[in-house]
């Protein structure tokens, strides 16, 4: 962070940790690692790693109807009409860089989960040096909805209890 004023930095941080205290929810950063495809089973296998920001901005989200139409619907003199229209929701996130691990970059090929619904990175600004993160994401409709679960036990996999 050397090309930054250091008041700037500072005020920064100020700003996000108190809008994060007053706005925050629990956000799921998704970043994809790998993917394949078995070509004779038909199974897609997805690697991605994941990291959970308990108290990120969440900004109201603002709906509105998208609609897709196909050549058909768009020339004239057709009967037939192709196409739809669907609600998608526009979503601005605010991330602190505090509270994601160090080196970790947000990347438009990333997506967020909020409340078990999927949002895809449509921009994102870096502000000053990974102090934090302003990102405008876009609700998937369709999308399966994926929980992420942080489980804290004593017990690791390889440990064995006896029944008595």
Same mark, same amino acid.
């Given at each position: 962070?050397?090309?930054?004023?250091?008041?700037?930095?500072?005020?920064?941080?100020?700003?996000?940790?108190?809008?994060?205290?007053?706005?925050?929810?629990? =956000?799921?950063?998704?970043?994809?690692?790998?993917?394949?495809?078995?070509?004779?089973?038909?199974?897609?296998? =997805?690697?991605?790693?994941?990291?959970? =920001?308990?108290?990120? &901005? &969440?900004?109201?989200?603002?709906?509105?109807?998208?609609?897709?139409?196909?050549?058909?619907?768009?020339?004239?003199?057709?009967?037939?009409?192709?196409?739809?229209?669907?609600?998608?929701?526009?979503?601005?996130?605010?991330?602190?860089?505090?509270? &994601?691990?160090?080196? *970790?970059?947000?990347?438009?090929?990333? *997506?967020?989960?909020?409340?078990?619904?999927?949002?895809?990175?449509?921009?994102?600004?870096? =502000?000053?040096?990974?102090?934090? *993160?302003?990102?405008?994401?876009?609700?998937?409709?369709?999308?399966?909805?994926?929980?992420?679960?942080?489980?804290?036990?004593?017990?690791?996999?390889?440990?064995?209890?006896?029944?008595?």
């Amino acid at each position: 962070m050397a090309g930054y004023n250091a008041q700037l930095i500072r005020m920064v941080n100020q700003n996000l940790y108190s809008l994060k205290r007053q706005y925050g929810g629990h =956000v799921v950063l998704c970043s994809l690692i790998d993917a394949e495809t078995d070509y004779t089973t038909g199974i897609k296998s =997805v690697e991605y790693q994941i990291c959970h =920001v308990r108290r990120a &901005v &969440v900004l109201p989200s603002r709906m509105m109807r998208d609609v897709v139409a196909s050549v058909s619907r768009i020339s004239s003199n057709k009967q037939l009409a192709y196409g739809g229209e669907f609600n998608v929701g526009d979503r601005g996130f605010m991330i602190h860089g505090k509270d &994601v691990p160090t080196g *970790w970059e947000i990347r438009k090929d990333d *997506w967020i989960s909020y409340r078990g619904e999927r949002y895809s990175i449509e921009t994102v600004l870096n =502000v000053c040096g990974n102090t934090g *993160w302003m990102i405008a994401a876009r609700k998937q409709p369709g999308s399966p909805l994926v929980f992420h679960v942080q489980a804290h036990n004593a017990i690791s996999l390889n440990d064995e209890g006896q029944y008595e």
